[in-house]
Each structure stands twice: as structure tokens, then as C-alpha cells.
């Protein structure tokens, strides 16, 4: 016998986690499902919103862990277009596209979790200069930054404020 959540469709909120009325014709189906949850993947010319779309897909296969350091702490040249100086001691907090700038393509290398000076700092730089299409072509590879410029890059922002 199913529990409640399961007999209404709910398997997420499975309450014994092996119901075999329904786990079994469910671990089919969870096979065509983005996280197991919700329907079938659209491709991108049956997307309404593709932003949206993308930006949750994004959280699904890059979730964050806000006790993770932030990706580009330590590094410098992060992030594609004009790259930037990462931070010092930053936690993960939000989610980046780049270098390629579409939502859609959430591929590694291209989604990365950065703490919000990080995210600010980059957007600040880039978003007056670049078009979204020009970003792809702009290389983005970090690399380990020296201490001197960690703590030159944060003294320079901290007396921008």
C-alpha cells in the first residue's frame, strides 16, 4: 500500500521512502524527469521563459552550499569578458553564467558558485562594456591569484563604497 503522499502523486514526500505500489512504475518515470521532479525536459523552442527555465535548472544540477567556499575565492582572472580579482574569504551565495552568458547552457566550466562580492564586483566591470553575445568568445581561465593582489583587490573595493 502507498502511503498518502504517494497515492496523491507526491513522491517526493514519500513518508516509508519504499512504497512498492509505486516506487517501482516511479523509478521509471523519474528517469525522464529534471531531478526527478516535475515534467519532462522541453527542448529550447518549447520554452516560454528560457531565463527562468534556465536559471532553475542551473539551481537543480549546481545547487549551493552556503558553508562552501566561494568558487573563485583565491584565484584571479576569473569569470570571462574583463576577469576579475576573486575574493578572500567569500562563501557561496550565488549562481553565474559565464562565459557564456545564456541561461540555458549549464554546462561546468560555465555555471559558477561565487559569493556575492565576487557576483557584484564581476557585473560592475563587465555589464557596461560587453554585449551578451560577445562574452562566449572571451577566454575565462583562473588561475591561483598571490596573496598581494587578494588583499589589493579587496582594499580597492572596500574604498569604492
Known amino acids: 500500500m ?3 503522499g504517494c497515492g496523491r502523486g507526491f513522491h517526493e514526500e514519500c513518508l516509508n521512502g519504499d512504497c512498492i505500489s509505486c516506487h517501482g512504475e ?10 526527478g521532479r516535475g515534467a519532462p ?6 520554452i516560454n521563459d528560457p ?3 534556465g536559471r532553475k535548472r542551473a539551481a537543480i544540477k ?16 576569473c569569470g570571462g569578458g574583463q ?13 553565474h553564467h559565464g562565459p ?6 549549464n554546462e561546468k566550466g560555465n555555471v559558477h558558485r561565487i559569493c556575492k562580492p565576487c557576483h557584484n564586483r564581476w557585473h560592475v566591470i563587465n555589464d557596461p562594456v560587453y554585449n551578451e553575445l560577445e562574452y562566449e568568445h572571451l577566454p575565462h581561465e583562473p588561475e591561483i591569484a598571490e596573496n598581494i593582489e587578494l588583499v589589493a583587490n579587496d582594499v580597492y573595493w572596500r574604498s569604492k563604497k
Open 2 to 4: 502507498a502511503c498518502l
Open 26 to 35: 516511479m523509478d521509471q518515470k523519474v528517469k525522464s524527469f529534471t531531478g
Open 41 to 46: 525536459t522541453k527542448s529550447v523552442e518549447d
Open 51 to 53: 531565463y527562468s527555465t
Open 62 to 77: 549546481f545547487p549551493i552550499h552556503g558553508t562552501n567556499p566561494c568558487e573563485w575565492r583565491g584565484l584571479k582572472n
Open 83 to 95: 576577469p576579475i580579482i576573486g575574493c578572500l574569504e567569500g562563501i557561496q551565495v550565488d549562481r
Open 100 to 105: 557564456i552568458k545564456n541561461p540555458l547552457r
